[in-house]
């Protein structure tokens, strides 16, 4: 079974602090990584997607991969109570036919 | 745009009882998924659909659970019988295809307790 890895937490962060949640996958097939964002109660929705290595930046948040070493990051500058949600690291690859696979997530707290 | 819709929310029944969740996609969305997401943990993938072919049920537990997507679009997902480690929330998403772009567009869930 192919795994992604995550910290389950809580991080736990102060009001304008940078986050940083992180992810390891086993797959060496890996092809594409993506940050879903799930509030408590809600369903995941996608905030971030990165293909290649190197870092991907979109507003406050910055998605890092380093597919030698099979990990992959979020980073949140200035970081809002309201980002305070679980961040679910997430893998597919043409080879598994894009069979989208979660890590259990990391629970981020923002203290204001 | 509306959005995938599931019904029902929430189901509680008791264990060897049998439930049915149905989900209708986005329009025009050729590929669903059913997830199950077991409180703390995340998403699993249960069973793809393309259109109305089965990408992937590796992970299906054929001998009590089954899905269909007839026509290509809604589908049902069915437990019978239920046991006690079925609890959890089933989330049904769909996307436009299945692609490396991994955007998947989730409905609100249904949360199943089995007593």
């Known amino acids: 079974q192919k795994e992604v890895e995550q910290n389950s937490g809580p991080l736990s962060v102060p009001e304008g602090a940078i986050a940083s949640l992180n992810c390891t996958y086993s797959?060496?097939?890996?092809?594409?990584f993506f940050w879903y964002r799930q509030y408590s109660g809600k369903s995941p929705e996608l905030i971030m997607s990165?293909?290649?290595?190197g870092d991907k930046e979109d507003g406050r948040f910055t998605a890092q991969l380093n597919k030698a070493s099979q990990y992959v990051s979020l980073l949140i500058r200035d970081s809002q109570p309201s980002d305070s949600a679980t961040y679910l690291c997430?893998?597919?690859?043409?080879?598994?036919?894009?069979?989208?696979?979660f890590g259990s997530g990391t629970r981020l707290l923002v203290r204001p | 745009e509306a959005g995938v819709a599931q019904s029902p929310r929430y189901k509680i029944i008791e264990k060897r009882q049998s439930v049915a969740f149905w989900c209708n996609p986005i329009?025009?969305?050729?590929?669903l998924y059913w997830y199950q997401q077991i409180l703390g943990q995340g998403p699993k993938l249960l069973i793809q659909?393309?259109?109305?072919?089965?990408?992937?049920d590796s992970q299906l537990p054929k001998d009590r659970f089954s899905a269909e997507r007839l026509k290509g679009v809604d589908s049902t997902l069915k437990i019978q019988p239920a046991k006690l480690e079925d609890s959890a929330v089933y989330l049904c998403?769909?996307?436009?295809?299945?692609?490396?772009?991994?955007?998947?567009?989730f409905g609100e869930g249904s949360r199943l307790t089995v007593l």
């Open positions: 998403a769909s996307s436009l295809w299945a692609t490396n772009t991994g955007e998947l567009f």
């Open positions: 797959d060496r097939g890996s092809q594409s």
């Open positions: 990165i293909y290649s290595n």
């Open positions: 997430a893998v597919n690859s043409r080879d598994s036919s894009y069979k989208l696979i």
């Open positions: 329009s025009g969305h050729a590929t």
């Open positions: 659909f393309q259109n109305n072919g089965v990408v992937d």
